[in-house]
Each structure stands twice: as C-alpha cells, then as structure tokens.
C-alpha cells in the first residue's frame, strides 16, 4: 500500500478519489492548491501524488515542474479535462507518469494508482548497472550518468532507458512498451511517444535526429547501440 497525496481544488472529487484509495488500503492527505501540495510533498513525502492540472494559484503544470526539479522519482498521475489533448500532452512533457481524463472511474483511478507504485517499488529492487557509450544507468540507485554527469531523467524515463538498453537491437511496438514499462495492456499510446521524446532530448547528440533510440516506422522503437551489462 501507499502514501497519496491528492491534489484537487474540487472537494467533492477529492473526497471520491480519497474514499476509494482508503478502501483499497492506502493512506491519503488531500491539498486543494498548488502551493499547499507543494509544501505537503516536501513535508510529507509521499509515495505518490495525484494531480489536478487545474488549480487556484500555482498551476499543476507547474506544480509537476517543481517536483521533477526536486524529486524525480515521484510518481504524478495527472487528471486532466475530457478531450483536451494539449493539456494530456502539456503534462506528459513536464514530467507526469500518466494521466486520466475527467469524468474518469474511481475504480480506474484505484488501478492507475496501484500500477504506478508497484512499477516504482519493483524498479527500486532491481540491480542492475548498464552501459550504452558515454550513458549509464543504475536501476538499484535510480541514476543515470552520461559522461559521469547526472542525467535528470524522471522515474519513468529512467524505466523506459534501462528497458531499451536491457533488449538493444530488438524493436518494440509503443503497445508493447505501455505493458513493459507502464504496467498497462491499453491506455493512450501518446503517453510513450511523449517519453520516447523527452528522453531523446536528454540523451542523444541530435534528439531531431536520434541515434540511440531509432524510430521504426510502422512498428515502434528500438534501441541501436551495443549494450554492456554488469
């Protein structure tokens, strides 16, 4: 089970989403404003944090920003309005592990939430050190270097690296991906498309012209460049 936190300025959708998590055995703090979460994250330090895009003062965008500078590794489910696609995208880019679009089941919610922690736990327990050229991630110490710097990869970006780097040569489809790394058989493909671009970016020379992770057209992804593991 875990720690939530619960970020919503609706109080009725919040006490919803709190019921449903209480009865699914995790713990909850509900905050109702940008600036409150943020203080409750640094004060509280909770295993997850569920979050409103749509918030009075500072904003969930920039709230997720403001966590990705600080702690990395914490997972963010971003809820987000019906059908707003440049929203779901907004808050892939600035670092949410995923998403769900109100009205959504409080039941998936549960779920989304469930499938997050456990990816984040099993991550933490696996050891593993890989080697791609200059990169190198850490799964056992959640770090990933590139010429002995720090590469500031969110948790899901630094699942996604070291599942790529662990099958190198071997193409995925983004369905595939989505099961792999995310723990989920559907969702929204988009949700890996975003990731595949944020991590080129941090990763290779020429992110428009990536050469470490290769764009298969009509498949999906793969990952070109022989790997060590130790």
Not at 181 to 186: L, R
Request: charged share 25%.
């Amino acid at each position: 089970m875990g720690y939530v936190l619960v970020v919503d300025d609706d109080s009725t959708l919040a006490g919803v989403v709190t019921d449903y998590l209480h009865r699914a055995g995790h713990r909850t703090v509900r905050s109702g404003d940008g600036a409150a979460a943020l203080a409750a994250i640094h004060a509280d330090a909770p295993d997850l944090v569920v979050l409103d895009l749509m918030l009075p003062g500072v904003g969930g965008l920039e709230v997720c920003r403001r966590v990705r500078a600080t702690t990395p590794d914490l997972p963010v489910l971003m809820l987000t309005a019906l059908n707003e696609t440049e929203d779901r995208i907004a808050g892939l880019e600035v670092g949410a592990d995923d998403y769900l679009a109100k009205p959504f089941s409080p039941r998936e919610l549960v779920l989304r939430v469930e499938a997050l922690l456990r990816r984040s736990r099993s991550a933490e327990q696996r050891s593993t050190v890989l080697t791609i050229g200059r990169i190198t991630v850490d799964t056992t110490a959640r770090r990933a270097t590139r010429d002995g710097a720090d590469l500031t990869l969110t948790g899901r970006e630094l699942d996604l690296l070291a599942f790529l780097l662990a099958h190198p040569g071997q193409a995925f489809r983004r369905e595939e991906l989505m099961q792999q790394v995310w723990g989920w058989s559907f969702g929204d493909l988009s949700t890996v498309t975003v990731h595949v671009r944020r991590l080129r970016e941090k990763i290779e020379d020429e992110p428009a012209r990536p050469r470490i992770i290769q764009t298969v057209w009509g498949i999906g992804y793969r990952l070109d460049v022989p790997v060590t593991v130790t």
